[in-house]
């Protein structure tokens, strides 16, 4: 089984490439004590990551490839163990106490989770923390997670069999009566590198862990019925690992509650990158992560990013961006499947994360290599692809009444506001893209010999990079033109190929650069993009918003 590492001490940090960062980490023990009165027992870290090509294509099932990167999220965990009293009872609530070390931004918040019976009384249905979708408060991302990690440990309870002895879950001994954190981040927000996932991850980790209620992994291909132990004081002779998959599935689904329809490509390559190598990250038929390394060749591929500078927040603009793109997707895999003559009910009837409209048109390679083409010429007609559809037009077609597609394309838990759908321009982005994806991989992984071949590599990667933003700015107009603008800079200044990275509309661009023209590309970028924004700037570029970056590992845990 894939699991989270649990590292047995700090001092791993020392040997994990992370020594520059070892005084992050001491601040954030210290600044624990002095605000608790206790040192953290441990510090969950999961990071941001870059994605260096596919976008808009993880909620409809496609393959992604992003890396992770250094930047990331820190929180530091102790718990309160509920009183001998109240092992012997099930009705600890436990209160969750969150702060952030930068608390003048991000001021601190208390919540209460009900107890064991509290929640017996409400089986299957852990709503047990309230996040506001419509209160933008950056703590509700720690509630997802929370809230997430509270789901898995029900769902892997309630597949105990009958017999079984009481789900752990349900005992006031995995309960604690208290639960502290602090938390450190120092990925840039609404920058398109996954600040918000890797919170997430985070808070789901540090919670799993602080419930000591952590599955077994023995390296039994079948694991079930699950085991578990408490890890205080811990046994040697137990290995305490997070299944990464389930872990990874229900941060995904949790970020939802924030409001946002998102696809899974973040929080996998969170916690699920391994060192050194970028992940080829698959769907379908279920989730994977496979680690590919970059090619190690001379000049060495660098990755580039540079913040433009806008601040794109899904939160408030969900509705007309983000949420709608995952509805124009949705609605163009019906439409598509309605004219190859595809029963589209299967795909939708399952539930996030697990919805994969586009499977329709992945399971029938034959048939939509060519029907696809066909259809596409045909019928949509071309005024509408250029128009859009309506809300009419669409149900028409469909022959299913709007407010029943409502349903299923979710706008009743994701609203949007929109009078045409654009499902030609954004399927249009999406199969190219997907391709894209698949053609950047195979190239990876054919590692060249000669120079020429070398030289051969960077063209090709570059130029499928750029067609990747061509395809999000012409196709399914999530750029914007400082985008625009910096993706150009960063070509002239000797980028091979320069995209938006994430989720567009601001934030940040990702540049493939040759490693000998790494320092010219910074000075050529800084003084064209940054300095003429801010002549007051000095002549060194800076670091928070264009750095090179190497592919990280995924996420883990320290014990203190
Ligand atoms: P950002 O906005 O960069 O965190 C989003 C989604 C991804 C993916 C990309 C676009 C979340 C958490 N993440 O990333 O799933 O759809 O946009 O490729 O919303
Ligand atoms: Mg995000």
Redesign the pocket.
Known sequence: MDTVPIVDSLDQIYTDGLLDQAQRYDQLAQGFEALYGQPPALIARAPGRV?LI??????CGFP?FPMAIERDCLIAVAWEPASAEARTTTTTTTTVRLSHVHSDQYPACVFTHPSPAELARHPGVPAVVDISANRLTWSNYFKCGYRGAHELMAQTAAELPASAAKPPYLSSHHHPSGLNCLMNGNIPT????????AF?SCAAIATMAAHELLPLTSGNANPSPPAYTITTPPSASVQRNLDRTRLTEIAISS?RYVG????????TCSIMSQPNSASFIEFYPRLRATPVAVPRVQPALTFVIANSGVT?D?LVTAPVC?NLRVVETRLGALLLARYLGIDQRPALAQAPPNNRHFKLVMDEPSTTTTTTATATTTSPSQSLRETGWTRTQISQVLDTPWPQLERQIEVDRFPIHAEVFHVYRRAHHVFSEALRVVQFRQICQQAPLSATAVDHLFQKLGQLMNDSQTSCRDWFD?SCPELDELTYICRAAGAVGSRL????WG?CTVSLVPSDRVDHFLRTVHREYYQVRNPALGDEPNQSDLFATQPGRGAVIYRV
């Open positions: 994605n596919g976008e808009h294509v993880d909620y992604v609404g920058a398109g590198l996954s600040s918000s996932s997430v970020e946002v329809n998102s696809g899974g490509m973040d929080q794109s899904k983000y999530c990275t994430g989720a567009g934030g």
